[in-house]
């Protein structure tokens, strides 16, 4: 597994690559850790270097979708629900129960939440772009902060 630390706009993302596809990306409220744990080594692959380039953009307001191989790890049924936040176009937001429906599923809200909350990819599978029924801000791996500022980002044209 490779690692690379992105300072962004919401602070510093680390990225993970394995197998040529993207396996994580994630927040790291407390900063970049001084040492990972082996076998992880913290290098800058072509991958990388392109999601960083993309993230980017994106936080620039120039990029609406990412072009990046992912492979994020899950159940079956989280599979399936990141699936469907790939599908939330850019600037909308879906809720639990739109997603739960989208599925079959219409009484798995909260199988659908717990899914978003263990998605291993945020921004660039968009788990920031599902709300409460009432509309409402729900909880976001990044905080709600951040949920509220990709929200708004998406907003501006």
């Not at 692959?45 to 072009?67: C, I, K, M």
């Not at 939330?88 to 997603?99: K, N, S, W």
Request: aromatic residues 8%; glycine residues 8%.
């Amino acid at each position: 597994m490779n690692l690379w630390y992105v300072n962004s706009i919401l602070g510093p993302i680390r990225l993970a690559e394995e197998n040529k596809a993207l396996c994580a990306v994630e927040f790291c409220p407390e900063g970049v850790p001084e040492l990972e744990p082996l076998p992880r080594k913290v290098v800058q692959t072509p991958l990388l270097q392109e999601t960083e380039e993309q993230l980017n953009e994106y936080f620039a307001g120039v990029r609406r979708e990412f072009d990046l191989p992912l492979a994020p790890r899950g159940t079956p049924f989280q599979q399936a629900v990141w699936q469907q936040l790939l599908r939330i176009p850019y600037g909308e937001v879906r809720t639990y129960g739109q997603l739960a429906t989208a599925l079959g599923k219409p009484g798995a809200s909260r199988a659908v939440g717990s899914a978003c909350r263990r998605n291993p990819l945020c921004i660039l599978i968009p788990c920031h772009r599902v709300v409460g029924a009432d509309g409402s801000l729900t909880g976001y791996a990044g905080g709600l902060d951040i949920k509220e500022y990709l929200l708004e980002l998406e907003k501006q044209e």
